[in-house]
């Protein structure tokens, strides 16, 4: 069973908007055994959607369109179905009741246009908004649907879970699918490419594996479709073990984990607490740290020192060090870790020191120079790290990498 | 002059990512006078990426693709596109030297996978690419052009601006047309609307005025399309500053310009470092004024004090001020702000509290309250702020407004 998604309106098409509509309408579909092959996007123009229509329905029997059903005139969605279909249009008494509930509570009455928006497709199921004003509708031809939400995201949410994804459901009984993401840190695709090579030459016709990379990470998506929903849980289950055994040291977690997550979990579950002492990266790391709900029971605060001045004030570097090796060095990344656990009394620290550029480069220390030092007041681990000349990417690797090292480090100690 | 985007791979299908390139590809394309009238996601299959391009060029001329260009063999993008023009693939000498140095600069060598990656279809004008191992390609054919990118969003953009961009304009060049983008932070769109409404109402035909709001910010983007460019830049001048004269206390820059680029240079102008005090913020203030290039020059260092005992030990908060007013109030942030302009030196300082949740509200002190204090010695203002539940926005907002805060108080006392 597959289904095509078209989302209609100009917002997206001029860049207005970032269309996040289709990945959650895509991945809700996915988890009912429904693949989406395509994602359309276009204006909202009866010939466009005409033309979508047709495409669409010539390799699929189920459409899922959002967008183009408010009140003003460019929203023409309605009407174009209806005559797509050769249906008429009728007051649909219902919708203007709830309507005008809507507006006595905001306190305000219906205008003309509002009874002009209650206007359905003769052909079309009605489905009921409880969070807005334009309903869904579902048409439904020779065994093939089309159904029409509201762009607004919360209100296509609402209609996808409470009305369309059940009918769905009873509509087109399908064949299952199933993911399992593996999400790796440390290492590049092809490498591990290589390192799981006979396991992806053995992988059964209905497993696919797909290598998505992104600044550092690689995540390892395995997709198994079949009749027999369990078993291919179990296969996948199976498969990612032989993963698991190729590449443990890169695998830091699954499906939508993130780094600092998983690293949240890890200090939650050996009551560490932690800190940071950050220069180059100039709080990136505690940013990223406290992004994770209930940080608040592992992280203590940070030191953000862009100066010599603070790394020698609040963080305790010897004059001498900063002097003889440099801000950028592994002896100050350790005394700034040294002095951290000091001053904040954590138990894990990270230091980080380096030259994010574009100015800052020496021969000997060029532009995405950088040292990590990573431990607690027993151990230190130190990472050096020659990176591009993109500021903003140097920044976010090391953030990544620095967060794996703590990864590393508990894990060690466990 | 129209094109399509043409975004390949099974992420976006499934739901595992959000498609952010398309929006950030029509944008460019529209302020190069390029109408983007469909973009579409599909499978990286050959039959899939052969029919979309078939669709594609049955409507446009212009044709942008994203994704499928990775070693690994679910990428197969550049098999397809090599047939579809009916060209051979040959190894590419120049993008193999590239590899070799980048993998070289990581300690690594480079496997036959990557020799494989080398092999480009012979037709098309290879796009080197300075931030990623996978070049982009250019295929022209009958006045026709097809664009390959690969899918990672700073790849892209790099290749967008450094040789996509270019190459579109020399090979199409259209009807001249001219932006000028005003931003504005601290009002909403339909405030600003009525703000400005007579010079929205009067102005020429030839020039569109949009509204762009995001989290706390609203950019005016006026286009002007015609045949004079310096005309229609001298009419945006005038138009521009009819804007400027109905709201000049919500404009803070132009174009691209950021708050932390602006206040980077106010502060540089102004001779004065700034420091900062981070709670619910998490680092991300420090983080956002050191993403700007040359910030040591008035950035010296912050604190995050996630914890009480941070607060006391770091920032100096009198733990009578904690106890009785809670760490989240005015009193707090000003105790704060005291503490690091003495401990931290700096001319002018921001501190932060609140509550970013999802956990910790109060009937009192719901989630989302927000407390900012921003000054020097001499002078402190203060800001409550009552946002809503979602953690990332409210850490985001926050943010923008504690740096315009510095903003008007550099410009109030200058």
Redesign the interface.
Known sequence: MTAHILTIGDE?????????N???????L?LKGI?????????DTAE?IREALD?AFAKTDLVLMTGGLGPTKDDITKKTLAEYYGAGMSFHEETFERLTKIFARWGRETTPAHREQCFMPDNAKILTNKTGTAPGMWFANGGKVAVSMPGVPYEMKYLMEHEVLPLIEATFPGKPIT?R?ILTIGE????I??RIQDVEENLPDYI????????GQV?L?L?ATGNNLSELKKELDTQVALIEARIPEFIFGYGKDTIEKVVGQLLLENKKTIG?A?S????????R???I????AY?????????F??KK??LNVAPEILKNHGAVSEETVKAMLDGLLA???VDIGIAISGIA????GTPEKPVGTIWIAVGDKNKMNTLKL?L?K????T?KYTATKALDMVRQFVLEKA
Do not use: F
């Not at 289709?22 to 809700?28: F, G, I, K, L, V």
């Not at 992280?299 to 100066?307: H, K, M, T």
């Not at 550029?357 to 800052?360: I, M």
């Open positions: 997206i098409l001029i860049g207005q908007i970032i269309d996040s289709s990945a959650w309408m895509a991945e809700q996915n693949q989406v092959t395509k994602i359309v996007s276009i204006s466009a495409d993911h993401t590049g695709e092809s490498r490419a290589r696919k594996l797909a290598y998505l990379p992104n600044l995540r998506r997709s940071t950050e180059c990266t100039g709080g990136l790391v505690a940013h740290i406290t992004s709900p209930g940080s608040s992280y203590e605060g940070s030191i953000v020192a862009y100066s001045g603070l004030k609040l001053n904040l009394g550029g574009p100015g800052g020659q591009g993109s500021r903003s990417n920044v």
